[in-house]
Each structure stands twice: as structure tokens, then as C-alpha cells.
């Protein structure tokens, strides 16, 4: 089973390149599944009595958010385990978290070691593009991210973290441009990159 | 107890922006120390007898530089654990140094596992603003990084080794800048993200 | 004995800055030893039966791949050891590989541990003086580097790869340029960063 790591900044697309790689993979009769790291971490927390809410998520203690952080990593390997060798689980998740305290790594040494991933994608676009795009997508009022410089200094940050989580276990890191108007063309890069 | 490693580059401004924390703190009742990393490296050397003054530290064997880095780290962690739980420790050291042999990273593996700090500060400023900093402060003569490509480049390794460290403990790297005339704008910045 | 770590792009002029530190080293009567990171791999395979040509190297398993890469860089320690406290020994390696599934780290953690060098080498120079350098070499046909773009993208992930490695073990991380038409100038500086 091989697993790809997918991360991009809001408004990139990733949402819309994984429904994609969805579709293809199904296509081609592939054993996969998509996950979300996020979700994972929710319902971990809920299910162990971590918290009640998402928001009591960031409210808890550090060395409780990173206990948390290595369980749901390994709840995720569990269940993409089960998709026998020639599988492909793909996780949604984030290089780096822009925090009012600044760039947290979304793959931490007690994350990337649990996830051993063969690839780490940095989903990218032009950031005048990411913008214009953020602008379409109503449904998620992305302030913090809504200035060019702010998103060029996020994906400079994002690319500088997941080489040194690359570094920790040996995967690759892959720089995919979701480009403009056909999200396939970045879904079957990522794909191909696995098989 | 929050741990704030402050990094930045001989000229940012960092001693400066230090003292207005120091004040604020000060002023707001917060139980707060701030040390110094390179004093700590000094006294624990001179204490345990590895050197008899600064200038041999340089001259030791690697491995006997590593152990001291580490053993600096547990002293600076043992004395700002007693501030207690509400308390803030502000540590002023490099997120790389510049040698003869290349950048140097200032928290490696061995000593960020320690510190394990909340968030590691790069104080940054234009390069232009760095270097007339450097002018004015006749008391130390930084010929070594005396032109705005070599601050630059300073800058740019310190980010990628900030991450990298944060990566191994999941700590964030936040990027302060230091603006010209007002210190306490930094200072507030640093407060705040780990309040 | 220390090590140094000397890395580059494919054209920039590696293998001949090595020969010139041989040179260099001789007349020095400096004891010394350059080895080739990937030849150890592919004697290591050949030897321990995992493979029987080079190609197939690629092929094995991502876990046998490590355990391979691991073991070379032992033997390499092993042989270099016996240069004594005085000796210097050059690694002729990559800080990243750029494959069809992105960046792969040449120096990830179960490797740069064991090696554990003073100083990584960046061989550097301006793209385009690289991408001549090249065409020059018609021995080694480069198609996948025949870009400033990718070549530049290349030298920034190598930056943040190094740096990571360098993080986990505190070795130091040096650019230095391959200035055109005399290769001892790069030369000199790798012998004199070690010494």
C-alpha cells in the first residue's frame, strides 16, 4: 500500500484535485481511499474523550494535541492498511498551519514517522490565481490568506517543512500546479507519482 | 510554562527588542526570564571545566561541543521550570550561525528536543534597515555580515533551519519584523503569541 | 578524521572540483580518501545479493532501499576511519534527487546519522553557467536538468534539504561556488572549511 501525502494551501483546489483523483482511480478499478487528516483528528479526539467540540481541539494541552496528532496518524495507517498492497491511500492535510503564533508543521517527527509516506505533495498555483479562486468559493471566507505576499510566504514555508519532514523518513516531495480550468492534470500527476 | 526561542541576526535589533519584552512583562506582572544561550554554553563550560574562557569553546572536539549544547539546554530548562506554569521563558540565541565552515545551525536535534519550546521567533528587518543598524552600533563591529545579498542569505537559512528544528518537535516558527523606530511592536508580537 | 558532505546539481562541475581537491591534498601529503556515495550503494547490493545490476537498485523495495542506503554509508565510515584523526574524507553524494515522484532527500536521517559529517557541501553556480556546463559534457546527456527554472527549483530544495540533515546532527551547511574556468578556487574552499 502506498500513501501520498496531499497538502496545499486554502483555495488552491485540493478539495476539488482529490474528487478528482477519486473518480480516476475508480476508473482504473484501484484500490484506494481519501482521507482528512482533520476529520481523523476529530473524531479520534471525540471517540477517546479528548474533547466535546472541534474548537476544544486547539484549547488543549500541547503534549495532549501531539498525543492526539500520533494517534489519529496511526488510526489513518490502520485503516489504509486494509487496502492490500497494490492500494494508494491519499491524506488531505497541510505542510504547515499559519497559527497567530506562526508556521506550525502539519507533519511533525511523531506524524511523518507514523505515516512513512512515499510522497509528500505540495499542491501549488500561482498565488494570483489562489486568490481569485478563494474569491469564487463563498462558502469559505479565507481573510487570513487574502493577500499575494501572505500566500507566497506560505508556500515558500510549506515547501522548507515538508522537505525536513521528507528528510526524517526518506520520502520524496513533489511540487504539483493545480492549473487553471482542469484539475485532472494535477490528479493524474499525483497518481502516477505512486504507481 | 511557555518556552519563545528568538532568533535573529547580529544587527536585527534583538538585544533592544528583548528589553522592551523584559519591561512589558514587567509591567503586566507575568512571572518571565529571559536568558541567553551563549552565556549558558559559557558558565556551564567554565563550571563543568571544559574550557577556562569563551574562546576555547570553539576549539573543542565536536562531540564535546554537542554534550555542552545539550547540557546548556537542560540549565536554561531547569531554571525557567521554575517560574511555573503560568510563567515565560524568552531565550535569545540563532537559528543559524555564520562560520567559516558554512551556517551552523543554532538548534539542532540535541538541544531543540530539550528546549522543546512553543514557538521559535525569526526577528527579521529589510537588509538595508539590518546594515545601517550594524553602522550605528560602533560598540560591534560586524564586518562578517556587512552586505545586504550575504544578510539575506543569513535570513534565508535561518528559515529553512527555524522549520526544520520546529519540525522535530512540533513547535511554530514565526516571522517578527523588527521595524524601524519601535521596538515594542516586536516585543508585543513575541508576548502575545505565547500568551 | 572529518568528513565532508559535497553535493551538487549534475553539471556544475562536481567531479572535476573533486579531482582538484585530490591534487590538492596529495601535495598537501594530507591523508585523504574521495568515495562516490552511490558506487558504495551499488557495491554494497552487489555484494549482499540484493541486487545484481544497477538498475535493479530502483526497483527494490522502499524498506530494502533504506536498509541498503544505510549500509553503505557504514562501510563508507568503516573505510574512512582508517584515514586517522588527521584525515579528511570527501563524500561525493547528492542533499536531493530529483525523480518522477519529486525530491527525494540524498542525506535522509538514517543515513546523515550514520555518516554524521562535519560540513554538507553545496556546489553551486549561476543556472545558466550550468546549463553550458552541459551542453559541454556531451557524456552525460541531462535532459531532465535542461532548465534555469528547474535548476534554480532544484538548488532551493537542495538548500532546505541540506539544512534539515544538517539539523539533525549539527553539521554545518556551506555554499560554494564552482566559479567558471577554475575549479581549485571551490576546491581550496571545501579543504579549508575542514581543517
Do not use: C
Not at 492498511?81 to 511523531?110: C, F, W
Not at 520524496?172 to 500527476?189: F, L, M, T, W
Amino acid at each position: 500500500m502506498k500513501i501520498g501525502i496531499v497538502t496545499g494551501i486554502p483555495g488552491v483546489g485540493k478539495t476539488t484535485v482529490l474528487s478528482f483523483a477519486d473518480k480516476i482511480l475508480t476508473e482504473k478499478g484501484i484500490s484506494h481511499k481519501i482521507v482528512n487528516y482533520g476529520d481523523y483528528m476529530l473524531n479520534t479526539a471525540l471517540k477517546e474523550g479528548y474533547v466535546k467540540s472541534r474548537d476544544e481541539i486547539r484549547k488543549l494541552q500541547i503534549e495532549k494535541q501531539r498525543e492526539l496528532q500520533a494517534l489519529a496518524a496511526r488510526r489513518i495507517v490502520e485503516d489504509l492498511s486494509l487496502l492490500g498492497d497494490e492500494g494508494i491511500g491519499l491524506i488531505d492535510t497541510h505542510a504547515v498551519i499559519r497559527t497567530p503564533a506562526g508556521y506550525l508543521p502539519g507533519l511533525p517527527r511523531h506524524v511523518i514517522e507514523v505515516l512513512s509516506p512515499k510522497v509528500i505533495f505540495l499542491l501549488e498555483a500561482d498565488p494570483k490565481i489562489i486568490l481569485e479562486r478563494q474569491k469564487r468559493d463563498s462558502s469559505r471566507a479565507r481573510t487570513d490568506y487574502s493577500d499575494t505576499a501572505v500566500i507566497n510566504e506560505v508556500i515558500q514555508f510549506a515547501r522548507y517543512s515538508a522537505m525536513a519532514s521528507a528528510v526524517l523518513v526518506g520520502a520524496s516531495v513533489k511540487v504539483v500546479v493545480n492549473q487553471e480550468g482542469d484539475p485532472s492534470i494535477a490528479a493524474s500527476e499525483i497518481i502516477n507519482s505512486l504507481m
